[in-house]
């Protein structure tokens, strides 16, 4: 079982650009979450996608959006990237009440 | 709006010390309460789950406790190793299925 992955590892862009980020859920898991780790903060909830569709949304701006796939794998777009969008993306997956595991992130610098 | 504090922010004690990390919520209406440890610029690995009908959880020199009347919980390192040095973070599951962390608690064991 490879656990949940994400890619890519590492991406930069600049201001403006808009960024697709993915992530594959652990084997069995139908739930994705997606998080936002800026530097020396904890993860902050962005959105949750169950079923294809987002279920639940965190305190962010209709510039992040996702998807969620058939396979239960998962997009998550950020349009016209600010510098502050700069951080580490955390995706994370499970089923019902159980454990949530994460996968490595993706790191994005924005410049 | 559910608040997760962790203290100390760092903490650093030497090899073979046992400790203890706290962790508070201000909403105690979670169904459950998860520590995590992330190393430098990784992802997040789960430690212990605790569903809000438990009080504490064990696994090898870790143990967590939960009092969700007074929102708290606690998570107990045994016999502490330089191998322990990592980042430690709480979230809650509250209301909606929306998940909460704490900033950490950024530990050193030294040899």
């Known amino acids: 079982d490879a656990g949940v992955t994400q890619s890519p590892t590492h991406l930069i862009k600049t201001r403006g650009q808009q960024v697709t980020l993915r992530c594959s859920p652990k084997s069995g898991h139908d739930t994705v979450s997606w998080y936002q780790q800026a530097l020396g903060q904890g993860p902050q909830f962005i959105f949750q996608?169950?079923?294809?569709?987002?279920?639940q949304r965190g305190n962010f701006p209709d510039r992040f959006s996702g998807h969620q796939f058939p396979n239960y794998s998962s997009e998550l777009n950020v349009n016209a990237l600010l510098l502050g969008d700069s951080a580490l993306y955390l995706c994370a997956s499970r089923t019902g009440a159980d454990t949530q595991y994460f996968g490595p992130g993706t790191r994005l610098t924005v410049l | 709006k559910q608040e997760v504090t962790q203290i100390p922010a760092a903490l650093s004690v030497p090899e073979g010390e046992n400790l203890v990390l706290n962790c508070s919520f201000t909403?105690?209406?979670?169904?459950?309460l998860q520590w995590f440890r992330q190393d430098p610029g990784k992802g997040l690995t789960s430690l212990l789950l605790i569903q809000s009908s438990q009080r504490e959880q064990t696994s090898g020199r870790l143990n967590a406790s939960l009092d969700k009347s007074s929102g708290r919980s606690t998570l107990y390192i045994a016999a502490s190793q330089p191998g322990d040095s990592a980042t430690y973070l709480c979230a809650v599951r509250g209301n909606f299925n929306k998940f909460y962390f704490g900033s950490g608690t950024k530990l050193n064991v030294k040899p």
């Open positions: 909403d105690s209406a979670i169904y459950n």
């Open positions: 996608y169950y079923e294809e569709e987002e279920r």
